[in-house]
């Protein structure tokens, strides 16, 4: 038998007990949901010797090449500073290419290198089987339900 805690006080009075509301444990489940998927998918990607971050870039530059320093930084929710670091680093690993804009030659637009692609498509295979791997214990309507439910939220809070 666990000892019992003691009660929760201020300077004069008792403090209520705490408890997880529908609001709180929401919260503390999707953080929970977001640790547990940020690790593993840190893992994914670092075998193929890039951050999630740069990740990231990789995968906004497939979706629209010749992004801005700015846009890739919007993109991979990160810094301006962060995104300039990050693109230096796989720029000198050769997988991405700069190139100034011929109108604005103060713009430098950034794109994917054939190696960037290599690595972007292992690493997408690699986290889709993470994916099904992280809902093995899921009914596939329960995935399909969890899915849909986790876009409703993002959708409506963006």
Not at 25 to 30: A, H, P, T
Not at 47 to 68: D, H, K, R, V, W
Not at 72 to 99: E, N, S
Not at 101 to 107: F, L, V
Request: a positive charge.
């Amino acid at each position: 038998m666990s000892p019992r805690r003691p009660a929760l006080t201020t300077a004069d009075e008792r403090v209520e007990e705490p408890s997880l509301n529908e609001g709180s444990q929401l919260l503390w489940l999707v953080g929970q949901a977001y640790r547990l998927t940020r690790r593993r998918m840190e893992q994914v990607v670092r075998e193929q010797g890039i951050t999630l971050a740069q990740f990231g870039i990789l995968y906004s530059l497939f979706e629209e090449p010749g992004l801005s320093g700015i846009e890739v930084a919007d993109r991979a929710f990160i810094t301006p500073q962060a995104a300039h670091a990050a693109v230096t680093t796989l720029a000198r690993k050769a997988l991405v290419g700069r190139q100034e804009k011929a109108s604005h030659r103060r713009t430098v637009r950034t794109v994917l290198t054939d190696e960037g692609a290599r690595v972007l498509t292992k690493c997408l295979a690699e986290l889709s089987a993470l994916g099904v791997e992280m809902g093995d214990g899921l009914t596939t309507q329960a995935r399909r339900d969890l899915i849909r439910l986790l876009g409703e939220l993002v959708d409506s809070k963006s």
